[in-house]
């Protein structure tokens, strides 16, 4: 990895599920006992070749059936903070799926409890600050993420905000309103994934009817020029993850990633791993993969860095001491 994929960074985009590397996949079946459906990891590993998101969401949600104890969660969350602070990743906002787990007969509090320990420890350990951001499973439909936002609340877990995520066409994000209205009331951040595979109107949606500070991908905006000006007029953050977006077919080869046009136009982008394990590169392999693939110079790899600490939940201090480290000549 080049030095400038290592310059400091925020991570916007990461599912900490999708940070649950094969090995760790057989290490925590054989810990908990729990049968799985592949015969070793380069068998796992074989299948990482996914044709949408459908395809790679099938496997994800398979092999998370091996979490399952407090220590399974900070275990996950504590290796992936060592491999991001490893590649310059100095504050992380962490994407995790409670229906996942709840669905499986694990209680909120042992997902929410083992994560939250492996950020407190990170910080003191690595150096990486951050927060948990609870994704509600679109597919699963607004009555079970409203269900679900009650159980974070009840139980209340230290989250910064919430999410969207999982199955995207389909499950506009109008149905979600009541639970993002609810979240918003009492202080939480909101974002969503919209415009991966979803059209342009689900990205408006997130806007409009989610009033979202950030989109997750958001991609498909590019098809709708009046779009693209609001987002660049309201310089609406779009939390972009290059590799996932060749691995799931969005996007054709990485030569044809539209990041290069989508700075130009003056889009807030930012560069993320959504899922690592699974799409072939953490963070730093992400801003390496549009350094080589569309030519980008250490200078844009700064300015996607720039925008990611301008993009995160963090306060100004906190914010303005990261820039100034951005903007420390490397020696
Ligand atoms: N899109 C939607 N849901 C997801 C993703 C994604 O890229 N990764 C994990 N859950
Ligand atoms: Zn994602």
């Given at each position: 990895m080049s030095g400038a994929a290592v310059v400091p960074k925020a991570e916007l985009h990461i599912h900490i599920e999708g940070t649950l590397e094969a090995e760790m996949v057989f290490d925590l079946a054989s810990r908990n006992r729990v049968p799985v459906p592949f015969a070793d990891v380069e068998d796992l590993r074989a299948r990482y070749a996914f044709s949408d998101l459908g395809s790679f969401l099938e496997l994800y949600y398979s092999c998370?059936?091996?979490?399952?104890?407090e220590e399974d969660f900070a275990d996950l969350a504590n290796a992936y903070l060592a491999r991001a602070a490893s590649e310059g990743v100095r504050h992380a906002e962490i994407f995790f799926d409670p229906q996942a787990h709840t669905a499986r007969g694990v209680p909120l509090a042992v997902v929410v409890d083992g994560l939250s320990a492996a950020l407190r420890t990170g910080a003191r350990r690595y150096g990486v600050s951050g927060g948990l951001i609870a994704c509600f499973l679109r597919d699963l439909g607004p009555e079970a993420a409203m269900a679900t936002f009650d159980q974070l609340l009840e139980h209340q877990s230290p989250i910064i905000g919430i999410g969207l995520d999982s199955a995207e066409v389909g499950y506009p994000p109008a149905m979600f309103s009541d639970v993002y209205a609810r979240a918003r009331a009492v202080g939480l951040h909101c974002v969503a994934h919209a415009g991966e595979e979803g059209p342009p109107e689900y990205v408006r949606q997130a806007l409009d009817?989610?009033?979202?500070e950030r989109v997750d991908h958001g991609v498909r905006s590019l098809e709708d020029p009046a779009l693209v000006a609001r987002l660049v007029d309201d310089q609406i953050p779009l939390t972009v993850c290059p590799l996932s977006n060749v691995r799931l077919r969005v996007v054709g080869r990485m030569e044809d990633h539209p990041i290069a046009g989508m700075l130009d136009a003056g889009l807030a982008v930012t560069v993320n791993s959504d899922d690592p394990a699974y799409f072939g590169g953490y963070v730093g392999a992400n801003y390496s993969a549009v350094a080589s693939g569309l030519g980008f110079d250490d200078e844009t790899l700064r300015r996607l860095a720039r925008n990611s600490f301008d993009a995160a939940f963090m306060d100004q201090s906190l914010r303005r001491r990261y820039l100034d480290e951005l903007s420390r000549p490397v020696s």
């Open positions: 998370m059936a091996v979490l399952r104890s009817i989610l009033h979202v």
